[in-house]
Every structure is written in C-alpha cells, then in structure tokens.
C-alpha cells in the first residue's frame, strides 16, 4: 500500500511529499511550540498562574532545545557521523557552523531569559504591567495597583529565539529574510515594554520598528536584485552565477545589478549588526529597552546575525570568485574601520551606563568583522569564539545593570541606575557584584586571562594571517588593537569609578531633587535635546542624582551573572576544549 | 589508587576556597576543616604509596594524564602528575607535617580572631606545594611555584597590621620575584633546547645533548630560582625576617617544606645538571658558602626564631652542597631534606610553645631554665636537638654524615674539591652543634631570666611559663619520634637511597679521600667540641641579659653579615633613582601625550555624537547615505 502510494505521489505532475528531517528540525520545533502554547496560555490559563506556567514552559524549552543540539553534535560530528543535515531541500543547511551558532543562540537565550524572570527583591519584573496603557494614564495606575503582568514577554521571546535558530543556517534569502522578521518583530515590541522610562522606552521602540523596517526593506530589495540577477534566491546558486559572470575590468550592467544586491543584501544584516552606518539606532534602542531585553537582543541578536552574515559570506565554502570576494572586502574593510573608531570613540564620551555598552557592542561588532574579514578558517572558528566571549560578558553585564537601582524619595526602589557617576562606591557596598561586573568589563576589553582576551587575539592574529588569494589584514587588525586601546579607557574608568570614588565624590543627595527624577521620563523623551546637553556632561554627576541601592535578586539573576564571570575566566585560562569543539564541529583544522 | 592523585591537590584546595569564601559562617568550624583536608590529602597520599610499594622498582615513575592545559603552536602542555618515589616522598613530608601543623594551629592561634583565613591560607599552601612537587612539567611546577610563594607572601604577612610583618612579606616576595626571573628564562631556554616542557621529554633529552653551553645556561638558571625559593646565598636574606609570620608557617613554610623546594628543583633536574659539571660545581660552592653563612649568623642571634632560620639556611645548605655533588649525591640531599624537614618542623613547633608559654617573647636572653616548667617540650625540643647535631642514632646522624662522607669524596676524590668541600662540611658540622647548643642551653638551661633587672633599672616583664596544651603538644611529640628513629630506620640497608633509585639512579659508588671511619670520629669530635663550648659559656655559667658588645664577626652575624646593606646599596638604591626618573618621564612625556591624545579623541567623540541626535529620519538618512557611500566607495576601488 505504502509503495504503491509513493509511486503515485512519484507520478508526473502529481505531489511529491518532501523529505523532512525531523530529527534535525527537533530544537526550532521546541522553541516554536513553547512560543505557540504559550500564546494559548495567555489565552485559556488563569491570570494568577500564568507567569508560573510561561517560566517554566520557557526555560524548559530552551534547555530541552540545547540537549537536543548537543544530541545532533554528538551523532553528526562525532566517531563517523555524517557532518551535517540539509534539510527541505536546502531551505536550511544545519552544518557544523549552524548547529553551533544555534547552541551558542539558545545558551545565551537561556540565561538572559534567567534575568528577564528574576523580579528581584521588589518583587517587580521590568516590564510595564500593561504596555498598551497610555503611559501616565489612570489606566496605568489602575494596572499597576492590580499587579497585573504582561506575560506575553515570554512567547514573544521564544518566537524571537526560533527566528535567529533559523537565521544562521537559512541556504537562501528568502529564508533569511522570514527568519530576520521572526526574530525582529518581537523584539520591537518587547523593547517597547519598560516598566519605568516608559517614554524612552516606546520611543525606542518605534524607532527600531521604523529603522529595522528600513532595513528590512533595504534587504528585500537586495534580494530581489540578486535573484533577477541569477533567477534564484538560493545563496550557493548566487554565488556560483558570481564566479561565472564577475570577471576582470570595469563592471558592467550585470555585475553592477550583482553588486548593488550583495550590498543591499549585506547591509540589511549589517543593521542588525549594529555595524557603521547603520548603528545609529543602537544606542537609543538599549537604552529605553527594559534591561533584561537589552542583554538578550544585545547577545542573541548579535550573535544570530553574525552567523546569517558569515553563511552569506562564507557560503560554499568560498566558492566566490577573488574578485567577487574583492567587493565584498572592501565594503566590509570600510565598515570595519568606521564600526570601530566610531564605537569607540563615541563611546568613550558616554556618561550612561547601557549607552556605554551600546557602543562598546558596535565596536564589538567592529572587532567580529576584523574576524570574519581575515577570509580563512582560522577567521570563522575565531568569529564562534568571540561572539561567545562577548555574548557572556554581554548577558552577565546587562544582568548586573539590573540589580543597581535608584531610590525616590520615600527610600522605595525606582528605576535603574544607569548614569556612571551612580556606580561610586560600588565596589565597597556590593564587591561581589561589582567584582563580576569588573571581569564583564575586563573581558570586554581584552584584558589576558578572560575569554575576551583569547577572542581578540584569534580574531586579530586570523586577520593577519589572511589568505593567498585576497591578501592579509594585518592594517584592520592594528587599528583594532588601537581602537581597543582607547576601549580600555572606558572599560577601566567604570572600574575605577565603582572600587575607587566614593559616593560622595559624585552623588549629592538631595530629596528635592530626587522630585524631578519621578518627572524624569517626558523631560527624556526629546533624547535629541538631552544627548545634545549631554556632550556637556562630564563622568562626574551633578547634584541632584538620587541615592542607589543594590536589590537583591530572586536567584536566576544572580546565577546567570556567576557563571557567566566564572565562564569567561575558565574560557580565559583554559580555552583549549572550547577551541578544539568549534574545531572539530567546524571542521577547521 | 594512583590515578586518583589529583585528590592530593584537590582536596586542600577545596579546603582553602570554603573556607575563603564562605566568610565568617565558617568562623566556627573552619579549622576542623582545614585540619581535614590536610589530613584527607596524607590518607590519599598514603593509599597512592602503598600502591606504589606493590609495584617493580622499575615501574615506579608514573605519569598521571590530567587535561590538555596549552596548546599554542609548537608549545603543547598538558596538565599532568609525575608520580614517582621523589614527588611521593615529598608528598607524604608535607601532608604529615603538614597535618600535625595544622593540628598544632588549631591551638596555637585560638585567640586569633582571624583562624580561618590562616588556615584557609595553610590549605592553600599545601595545595600549591603538592602541585608543585607532582607537576610532570616544568610550566606546572612553575604554577606551584608560585603558588606557594603566593601563600608564604600572605602567612609572612597574617598579621600585617604590625608594618614590619608587611614589610617582611614584601622583602620575601620582591627576593623571590628576583630567583622566578631564572626559573622564567629557563624555561625559555628549555623550550628553546628541547621544545617541550615536560619532564619526560626534557629530562630524557637532556644526557644525550652535544651541547653543554646551553645546559648549563638552563642549569645555571634553574639555580638561580632554587636560590630564592630557599634561601641560598646571594638570595637568602628573605629568610631571617620572614620569621614575622605565625610560628606554625615558620614550622612548615620556612622550614620543612617550602623552602627546600629549591632542593627539589635541583634533585629533580638531575640529568640536566648532570649534564653540566659546571654548573654542579657552582651549586655545590653556593651550598658551601651558605652552609657556613647560615652557621654563623646563627652563632649569634639572640632570637629563637631567627636562630633556628639561620640554621635551616645552613641545613639546606648542607642539601644543596649534597646536590651539587652529582650522582654521588642526589640521594642523600633528599634523606637529608626528609629528616630535616622533621627535626626542624618539631624544632619550630617547640619554639612556638615556648613562646605561648612566655607571652611571644622570641628573646633567648629573656629565658632560661625552662625545662622545668615545660618538660614535654623540653624533651621534645632535645631530640630536634640531638638530631640536627648528628648524634647516633639520632635522624640527623644518618643524613648529615652520608653528606659530609659524600663531600669528602667530590670530584671523584681527585684535585682540589674533596678537601675543601669536605671541611666546610666538617666544620660547619662542629658550627652547628655550638649554635644549636646554644640555643638549647639558653632556652631551657642555666638561670632563669625572665625576672632580672636590667642594667638601666627597668624590670622584665615578669612570665608564668605553662606547658602548652595538648593540640600544640602531641604534633611535637609525634615529630620528635621521628627525630630520633626516622632517619635510623630509612638508612637500614640504604632502603631509602634505594627506593629514590628510579629518580636518582643508583648512589654512584665513591670512595672518600678519608678513611669513612675517621670522618665519622673527626665529625662526633668536632660535635662534641661544639656541644661543649656552648655547655660551658650558656649553661654553666651566667649568661648577660642584654647582649655584650662582642667580637667584630658576632657584631656582624647579628645583622645577617650585612646582607641587607649590600643588597641596598648595590639593587635598592640605583633601583629607586631609576624609577624616579622613569616616573618623571612617564608624568611629562607620555602622560602628556596620552591626555593629548585623549583630548584630541573627546573632541571627535562628541563631533560624532552631535550625529546622534535622536531623530529617526536623521537615523535613516544616515544609513542611506552610508549605503550610497559603500557602494561609490567599493565602484571607485573594485579594479
């Protein structure tokens, strides 16, 4: 019977059933039924019992999805395994790099989502309680007085997470670009969710939908130029079109359809990014977003596109011709320089907090791109490693903003505390804290004996290794050595300020003042205004700050910021097993 | 049994982070866990050696795969133990001494309010020896060997409040940072030579290399970091003032242990200084010069501890000349080593009781006749004494006369360097016996002291000497058990030389250039001579209580031969000017173009910030135009 069917399924003209492997689609299967129920949770679950139920459903997922990964690293790249699946027909190539990126996405996710749980002392999570409320409305404070919660967070998380799974591992653009909305559109929602600042915070939001959307755009319009170029969407089929057509000279009209494409198609991912010029919205965007989510777009989202990125780049193996591969080098050689010096030049300037990560990401992603331009193997495993050193920094850094907070005047505990001046004395009131904190920042800047100093090191030494074929590097990575030089200004002085300035020094108290902090979100939301006062503004707060305590944290929090600090000292001083699983998983000597 | 060696290290060093870490809740039960872990390592220990026992001599050397720790290029480390009859040795030394110390603690720092970072310290210490002595790599070794100088940095320095303690840690951590600089350049050089750092790969290269400049460049500098670790001249000033620490890290740091790492480094390195007459020859002149440097300062300090610190100095140099002899030596440097460390731990921990029984008074003038008032440490304190003078069958006779024996036959038994390695020896034999004589006499013997006048009119502050109790008493008891039999029964039928053999190789044979019968007597001669001038001028007749003014040499001992001026004058000194002036140059140029640069970075910085105004259409318009500058960019610079 069976047989039969198949030969009439096989018939000219009739349907053919594809090939799915299920095994290998089993974790983005996980993610996406936990994000599917628990849009039916909202539905049909009790209010008192929702968050309980989201939590769990979340995490478990996340963790069930990792054992899986690591199952199909274990089966596919251990003692004869097959090195990899393609699944529907190219549509996602799950080779080692993939299965990679996508543990390195749920591992991350894992433990940023063990910061957006965690309510901390104030029994608070730090989403609105009802984020379609006029903010400043009596509907607000209706909501907050009930206590409800937006628990949506969490399914809007796991569709966040199922899209950059995907991401890294789409074969064609098409893919790419349905995994790129997956994975955007809940995060503009999300960002738009703070519980205080809700101002900055929706203003945020619109602004990464708006941009993001641009971007979006500016991606399918590459795309489509691509396939009209070579009447295909699949990545591997674009290229091999390339090194057939693009030859020696100046480019003619194909080539220049094939070029403005790759571009387009590049700087849609590159906003992702965050690369120059197109970084502009990350400064404003982690600064409004709630902080939990801030850590997690700030890690995953990073992460997941620099995987998308390398497949575009890197895809067959380097089957591009030179002079292919040539335009693609000096474009990114160009955003690598400007992602860099502006990330951390800018960022040396900044007096807040998650502003200062936001720029320390973008030069982040400056040093990746020296990673990925270095062309050779050695490039890509570096590029693996580096986004799991920053993404643990990252992640640990944003769980630790979480737990400084302001207090109004009454003592009752408000908002982060994310202006520099508000960490003095840190480092005496909370040295645990403040120590994880200081190997976050340590790690950032590359100091020896953390990961991210291991990081910066393949990364810039696989750039001066480079390939016969397009030349080496070594002019990227010495002025990423420089840009990372200056970073280290910045890193330091937040340590400096947290172990060695007393409050006193910066923070005047003042209850009339503090007054103003609770009026604080309208006088925000012109950021224009403000970030154009704030070029004034030295490290040193003016009078006025209110008082900051540290809260405690339910637990998750305080997890996820101790292994990640004992992770990257581990990753720092015994690199080797990481180095020789993306190794072989890679399958780069 | 011996794969599970890891435990050795891993359990005091669970000890020491618990107990850092879990703050002032583990303020009560803290020690006891310090003690256990101690305890637990000698048990493992003992389990690895009886496993070690059941196997063929020739099956003794084990390497014991942890992990693949480096792996940069052509250097490749891995992580692992050596366990053989040298490292074990070691092993059980420091984790029975160890736990008899850390028992010893439990009592001697009661009243300290600080206990559990002691002995979290303690624990930490025994680790990093532990690690030290089991390495299977020279770069491991490295890390233990740092470690304990880690861990003696912070014991020197417990109670720091006192500026002299710190000051004391310091000056040990700055000589030591000067002997690591050796151990980092030959390591460099053992890269250079063998490309490895492994023990195995090294150690078995080294005999069959041609080129002898290069060994004995490695072997030269492997002694310069032995020199510091313990305290060999031109190094061994740290030593006297590392003193300041707690009685019980003098015992089993600065004394028994640690401090003879160097020992350890040299025996251990055998091949490669085997390989290099030279440079064994240097050892054994530096061991000699020690030996009778150590003897003399100890001649004339009036401080129970400092004393006893000389004459540890001096013992190890007696281990070093032992090395430096060769094959004919490296056996006895270890016996040597194993029954000082001992004698001396129970020496120390007899001085720490005396001095909970006399308010921490370390004066030896301030004492006298306190064999009455405490009998058990008195006894115990004699048979430390009796050892280390060489008297059969006391521990130290066996190991010292092997020694003296063994210079006697240097070189062969040809030219120059039998007889004089050979009196130094023998003298510093007859040194040792007055100094320790002394010492023993002016503790427990003759008048008490402790309730004169002084010449100026003050009094002594008047003393209630006890007997300590019995957590301080039984480690002392135990160790002074094993200064009288232990070194007896491991010399039956060299046992001991025999079972080192597969490290060592066979005790060469060699033949005096003395009949051994006649060294043995001009030795106990000399002993007994020392004994007795020290009997005459300590016990039997008075001794002042403020010290004379004494001979130029005496006056000169008391300042450790003035050690610390030379040092001062030829390193502190132009070191200091040389900062100054690099200081300045760093404040005027390269600050001055730093914060230039800086400005110059503030002001692009906030150029570039104006960009940043907020606006959303500015944004896009930013990413459209950078998109149209790529493409002109890549259109102007493709082909």
């Not at chain 1, 309980?52 to 963790?63: H, P, S």
């Not at chain 1, 991350?108 to 409320?133: C, E, G, N, Y």
Request: charged share 10%; with cysteine; proline share 4%.
């Amino acid at each position: 019977m069976i047989a039969q069917a198949a030969q009439m399924a096989a018939a000219p003209g009739g349907f053919v059933p594809p090939e799915v492997a299920w095994f290998a689609l089993t974790p983005l299967i996980i993610v996406i039924s936990a994000g599917v129920l628990g849009v039916l949770v909202e539905a049909f679950v009790p209010a008192n019992r929702r968050r309980v139920v989201q939590v769990i459903m979340a995490m478990a997922a996340l963790a069930a999805a990792f054992a899986v990964i690591v199952w199909q690293g274990v089966s596919w790249f251990g003692e004869g395994g097959s090195g990899g699946v393609v699944v529907l027909g190219g549509v996602l190539q799950l080779d080692g790099v993939a299965l990679l990126f996508q543990g390195l996405v749920v591992l991350m996710a894992f433990f940023a989502l063990a910061v957006v749980i965690d309510r901390t002392s104030t029994k608070q999570d730090a989403f609105s309680p009802s984020a379609a409320s006029i903010p400043g409305s009596e509907y607000e404070e209706l909501a907050r007085r009930l206590g409800l919660v937006q628990t949506e967070v969490y399914p809007l998380l796991m569709f966040a997470i199922s899209g950059m799974m995907i991401f890294p591992a789409a074969g064609d653009l098409l893919t790419m670009f349905i995994a790129l909305e997956v994975l955007s559109l809940p995060l503009y929602v999300l960002s738009g969710m703070a519980r205080r600042r809700r101002l900055l915070s929706q203003e945020a939001s619109f602004k990464y939908f708006v941009l993001g959307a641009f971007a979006s755009a500016v991606f399918l319009f590459g795309a489509a130029l691509l396939y009209g170029y070579s009447g295909s969407v699949k990545i591997s089929e674009i290229t091999t079109m390339a090194s057939t057509v693009v030859g020696g000279g100046a480019p003619d009209h194909w080539e220049l359809l094939w070029l403005v494409g790759i571009l387009m198609v590049i700087s849609g991912l590159l906003f992702k990014v965050g690369a120059v010029p197109f970084q502009a919205w990350t400064p404003d965007v982690y600064q409004g977003a709630p902080t939990p989510i801030t850590g997690f777009m700030a890690a995953c989202t990073k992460i997941a596109a620099f995987g998308a990125l390398l497949r575009l780049i890197y895809a067959g193996g380097f089957s591009g011709t030179p002079d292919m591969l040539e335009a693609v080098r000096i474009a990114l050689w160009v955003v690598a320089i400007a992602t860099m010096i502006v990330g951390t030049v800018v960022g040396a300037t900044q007096t807040d907090m998650k502003r200062m990560l936001g720029y320390s990401s973008i030069a982040h992603a400056g040093f990746v791109l020296v990673g990925i331009l270095s062309f050779n193997g050695a490039g890509i495993k570096a590029v693996i490693f580096y986004l799991l050193a920053y993404g643990m920094a990252t992640v640990g850094a944003f769980a630790v903003i979480t737990l400084v907070r302001e207090t109004g005047p009454g003592g009752e505990v408000l908002g982060e505390a994310t202006h520099l001046g508000q960490w003095a004395g840190l480092g005496k009131r909370s040295p645990w804290l403040a120590g994880c904190f200081s190997v976050f920042l340590l790690s950032f800047a590359g100091i020896p004996l953390t990961a991210g100093f291991i990081a910066k090191f393949s990364a810039f030494s696989a750039a001066v290794e480079g390939t016969e074929v397009l030349g080496n590097a070594t002019v990227l990575a010495v002025i990423g050595v420089l840009a990372s030089a200056v970073a280290v200004f910045f890193y330091i002085r937040v340590i400096v300020i947290m172990f060695f300035m007393s409050p006193a020094e910066t923070v005047v108290e003042s209850v009339v003042e503090t007054v103003d902090v609770a009026v604080l979100e309208p006088v925000v939301v012109g950021v224009g205004q403000g970030v154009a006062n704030a070029a004034h503004t030295s490290v040193v707060v003016a009078t006025g700050a209110p008082a900051v305590v540290v809260v405690r944290s339910e637990g998750p929090s305080a997890v996820t910021i101790t292994v990640m600090a004992v992770g990257i000292l581990v990753l720092g001083i015994f690199p080797a097993p990481v180095l020789d699983l993306i190794a072989r998983m890679t399958g780069i000597g | 049994m011996i794969d599970a060696a890891w435990l050795l290290i891993a359990i005091p060093l669970v000890g020491a982070a618990v107990l850092l870490l879990a703050g002032r809740r583990a303020n009560a039960w803290g020690h006891w866990l310090g003690v256990i872990a101690s305890g637990a390592s000698f048990v493992v220990a003992a389990l690895v050696l009886i496993a070690m026992l059941g196997r063929e001599a020739s099956d003794r050397v084990v390497d014991v795969h942890l992990f693949d720790w480096l792996n940069a290029g052509p250097l490749n480390v891995e992580a692992g133990l050596r366990i053989d009859p040298l490292s074990l040795t070691f092993v059980l030394l420091v984790t029975f001494v160890g736990t008899l110390i850390h028992i010893y603690s439990v009592a001697y720092m009661e009243h300290d309010a600080d206990r559990r970072r002691f002995f979290a310290y303690l624990n930490l210490f025994v680790a990093a020896m532990l690690l030290l002595v089991l390495a299977d790599s020279y770069l491991l070794l490295f890390v233990g060997w740092e470690g304990v100088g880690l861990a003696s940095y912070l014991l020197i320095g417990f109670w720091n409040h006192v500026p002299a303690n710190a000051t004391a840690a310091k000056k040990a951590f700055i000589v030591n940072r000067v002997a690591d600089v050796g151990m980092i350049v030959a390591l460099m050089l053992m890269f250079n030579t063998f490309g490895a750092l492994d023990f195995s790969t090294v150690l078995t290269a080294a005999p069959g290399m041609a080129d002898g400049g290069k060994l004995t460049a490695i072997a030269l500098m492997l002694l310069v970091a032995a020199c510091g670790k313990s305290a060999q001249f031109p190094l061994q000033s740290w030593l006297g003032d590392a003193m300041a620490g707690p009685t019980p890290v003098s015992a089993l740091i600065h004394a028994a242990t640690m401090v003879t790492a160097g020992v350890y480094l040299v025996v251990r390195s055998g091949p490669i200084f085997t390989g290099a007459p030279n440079a064994l020859l240097v050892t054994a002149i530096v061991g000699a010069i020690t030996l009778l440097f150590g003897a003399i300062v100890g001649c004339a300090k009036d401080d129970i501890k400092k004393a006893l610190a000389a004459s540890t100095m001096s013992q190890i140099g007696y281990m070093m000349l032992a090395a430096g002899l060769g094959p004919i030596g490296y056996a006895f440097a270890i016996f040597h080593l194993l029954t000082h460390g001992f004698f001396k731990a129970g020496m120390f921990l007899g001085a720490g009781s005396v001095m909970h029984g006399m308010d921490d008074s370390v004066n030896m003038r301030g004492f006298g006749a306190l064999s009455k008032f405490m009998k058990v440490t008195w006894i115990t304190f004699g048979f430390g004494w009796l050892a280390i003078l060489g008297i059969p069958p006391f521990s130290g006779f066996w190991s010292k006369d092997k020694i003296i024996e063994a210079a006697f036959a240097a070189d062969g038994g040809h030219g120059w360097q039998p007889w004089v390695f050979g009196s130094v020896a023998l003298v510093g034999a007859g040194i040792t016996a007055f100094y320790m004589s002394r010492l023993f006499f002016m503790t427990f013997h003759g008048d008490k002291r402790w309730a004169q006048e002084l010449s100026d009119g003050s009094e002594l502050p008047v003393r209630h000497p006890h007997e300590s109790p019995a957590l301080m008493i039984w480690p002392m008891i135990i160790l002074a058990v094993g200064s009288a039999g232990l070194g007896g029964v491991l010399a039956i039928g060299g046992g001991f030389t025999t079972w080192l053999e597969p490290v060592t190789g066979p005790v060469a044979h060699h033949e005096p250039v003395l009949p051994v019968a006649v060294i043995m007597v001009v030795t106990l001669v000399l002993v007994l001579v020392g004994a007795f001038l020290a009997w005459r001028q300590y016990a039997a007749s008075a001794v002042p209580v403020e010290p004379p003014v004494g001979s130029a040499l005496t006056r000169a001992a008391r300042v450790d031969l003035y050690q610390d001026a030379v040092n001062e004058n030829l390193l502190m000194r132009p070191g200091q000017y040389l900062t100054r002036s690099l200081v300045y140059t760093d404040k005027k140029v390269v600050d001055g173009a730093f914060m230039g640069l800086a400005g110059v970075l503030a002001v692009i910085g906030s150029g570039v910030k104006r960009m940043q105004n907020g606006f959303v259409r500015s944004y896009a318009a930013m990413m459209l135009a950078g998109f149209l500058v790529l493409v002109v960019i890549v259109l102007f610079v493709w082909n």
